[in-house]
């Protein structure tokens, strides 16, 4: 496909399960963001991977966000014991360059995991 | 922490009219986006700004970068329906301060009536 793809697009979550998220980025992309979007709120970073590594993971708001990209393309963003305040939209981007280049600033959006805890 | 001011948050005008949306911060961006973003949709790339003073235009919508690459504007001229949605300033700060990652406003809610 041309563009970033998630899946699935909405989940449904009882509190205390785990949950995976997935993100196909724009192939060839060397660089890959992952950010949450709280109702009515613009998105919020976090974590950023160039290929495999995971170079900053600042924006993880507790020890239950996990994310990887083991092969430098496909990325999985996992909640360990959903809380209902992890209730959000999980948005993730993709760019052409990695660290340094400026056109690393222009990120493209998939449409999003709109996560839902009960 | 930087932090994106956009402001109005909501807006509501009749078709025809122009408008403004702000975009302020007291950081300097090492370059500026603007994203439309639709109900259920990921946001949209609009624009990226990188110089001071710069003026891109897209159509009915022209972009503004503030000369101390502080501040942006976007402008619409002559609404129509279909510039209904949430647009987002996203600024990328200067090295030092994860310039790899942007900081997003909150939005501008732009409601456009036929």
């Known amino acids: 496909g041309a563009g970033v793809s998630q899946s699935p697009r909405y989940k449904v979550a009882k509190r205390g399960q785990d949950v995976a998220l997935r993100c196909d980025p724009i192939?060839?992309?060397?660089?890959l963001f992952w950010y949450q979007q709280a109702l009515g709120q613009g998105p919020e970073f976090l974590t950023y991977?160039?290929?495999?590594?995971?170079?900053?993971k600042s924006g993880l708001p507790s020890d239950r966000f996990f994310a990887e990209r083991p092969e430098g393309s496909v990325s999985t963003l996992k909640i360990q014991r959903t809380q209902q305040e992890d209730s959000a939209v999980y948005l993730c981007?993709?760019?052409?360059?990695?660290?340094?280049?400026?056109?690393?600033?222009?990120?493209?959006f998939g449409p999003g995991t709109r996560l839902t805890v009960t | 922490t930087q932090l994106l001011e956009q402001s109005p948050q909501f807006l509501s005008i009749q078709e025809g009219e122009n408008l403004t949306v702000y975009c302020n911060s007291s950081?300097?961006?090492?370059?500026l986006q603007w994203y439309r973003q639709e109900p259920g949709e990921g946001p949209v790339l609009l624009v990226t700004v990188v110089t001071g003073g710069e003026v891109k235009k897209l159509k009915r919508l022209t972009f503004q970068f503030g000369d101390a690459r502080k501040d942006s504007s976007l402008h619409i001229t002559a609404a129509q329906p279909g510039d209904t949605g949430l647009y987002l300033c996203a600024g990328a700060f200067l090295p030092g301060a994860g310039s790899y990652q942007l900081t997003f406003g909150k939005g501008t809610k732009l409601s456009v009536i036929p």
């Open positions: 981007a993709s760019s052409l360059a990695g660290l340094a280049a400026r056109s690393s600033y222009e990120q493209y």
């Open positions: 991977f160039q290929n495999e590594a995971q170079l900053d």
């Open positions: 950081s300097v961006f090492s370059s």
């Open positions: 192939s060839g992309h060397v660089s």
